[in-house]
Every structure is written in C-alpha cells, then in structure tokens.
C-alpha cells in the first residue's frame, strides 16, 4: 500500500486565519508572488506553495520550512497578488507560530535575529542599536565566533566609527504606544 504523505491538519488553515486574515484561501496558484520574490534562491519551498501548503493543512512542512525564515518581509509578493493574499504577513505569522510550537528552526541565526528584535520592541517599542546589535551577537553565537576568527577586531572598529556618527546612542529613545507594543508582545511565549 502506498505511503500517504499528506496527512492533513484540518485545523491548520482555520488557525492561520484566526491570526490574519491573511486569505489564503483565495489563492488560486498564479505563482506572481514567487515570480516577484527577490529571494526565492534561498528558498527550499516557494511562496506560492507555502501558501498551498498551508491550505492542505500541511502544519509540519510549514513550520519547518527554510522559507519562512529567509522572507526579507519585502511586500512584494503581496503588491503583486491579484487575489490581495497577504502573503508577507502570512510568513511573519508562521514564524511566529513556529516559534511558540518550539518547531527548532533551520535558519538559528535568523531565530537569533527575530527574538533579539523582539525584545528590544518589547522594552522600547523599537530596536535600541546599541543593546539589540550586542544581544544578537550573544545569541547567535557570531561573538563566540569573530573572536575565534579574529573578526571582532574589525568588528570594533566598525562599532567605534558607528558610535562616532552617533548610531549607537548611550540612552534608548521610546514610542509614545510602547505600553500598547508590550501588551500585544505579552500575548507570545519568551523564548
Ligand atoms: S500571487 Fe496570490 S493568487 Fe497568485 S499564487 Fe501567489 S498568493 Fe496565490
Ligand atoms: S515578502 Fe517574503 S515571500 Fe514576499 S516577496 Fe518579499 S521576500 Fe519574498
């Protein structure tokens, strides 16, 4: 008996929408998403069949997937839809939900990224450079290796020309609705 690869997760597609709407449903595989897409070449699964995916209910391919991950959140997937599919922030929410299902992800840097933006969001309501740049650096473990290349040397000077020039400021400044920004990052797991 053949094997069925595709196990459906019949309320997969139901809560992706809960989250959007981002109408996935309203695909019909034209593929101009991906046809726009700048970075398809990272890519293990194209957009447009991210999309079809998560229609079939296929949670794990998703979740796992390289692509969601790699999405520069451009937009432009998105501007050239036809069927006005939010397909940008589709792929912001299935990071997010892959985050909270603890689903490891195959781009850890970028992870590293995501979650050291986050808290700087979190605490400022934006990214406060002089904290976010040393935290990324902790967390995905690039401090560990510039010292271990000698890289860190360069990367030193790069941060005393930036501090000069004023983009690492000694103080962070907030938004007026950071109470507003914290409230709705409450709602996620910290990881
Ligand atoms: S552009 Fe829109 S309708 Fe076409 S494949 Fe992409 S998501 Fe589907
Ligand atoms: S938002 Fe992401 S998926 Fe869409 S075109 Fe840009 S990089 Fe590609």
């Not at 006005?84 to 985050?99: F, G, H, R, S, T």
């Not at 690039?142 to 790069?158: I, N, S």
Request: aromatic share 10%.
């Amino acid at each position: 008996m053949p094997q069925n690869t595709l196990t459906p997760d019949y309320h997969f597609l139901e809560q992706v929408e809960t989250t959007g709407p981002f109408q996935a449903s309203a695909c019909y595989q034209c593929r101009k998403c991906t046809n726009g897409c700048p970075v398809t070449f990272a890519m293990d699964i194209y957009p447009d069949a991210v999309i079809r995916l998560v229609i079939l209910g296929q949670r794990q391919a998703v979740l796992g997937c390289e692509t969601i991950w790699v999405c520069a959140a451009c937009e432009t997937c998105s501007t050239r839809c036809p069927n006005n599919v939010k397909i940008a922030e589709l792929m912001d929410c299935l990071k997010e939900m892959a985050v909270q299902a603890g689903v490891p992800s195959p781009q850890p840097q970028i992870l590293a990224l995501h979650a050291s933006f986050l808290k700087n969001v979190k605490r400022w309501g934006r990214v406060f450079e002089t904290i976010f740049l040393p935290e990324y650096f902790l967390r995905s473990g690039e401090l560990l290796r510039k010292w271990q290349t000698g890289t860190w040397r360069a990367e030193m000077r790069l941060s005393w020309q930036m501090t000069r020039k004023k983009r690492f400021p000694m103080f962070p400044k907030t938004i007026k609705g950071k109470n507003e920004v914290r409230k709705i990052l409450a709602r996620r797991k910290q990881k």
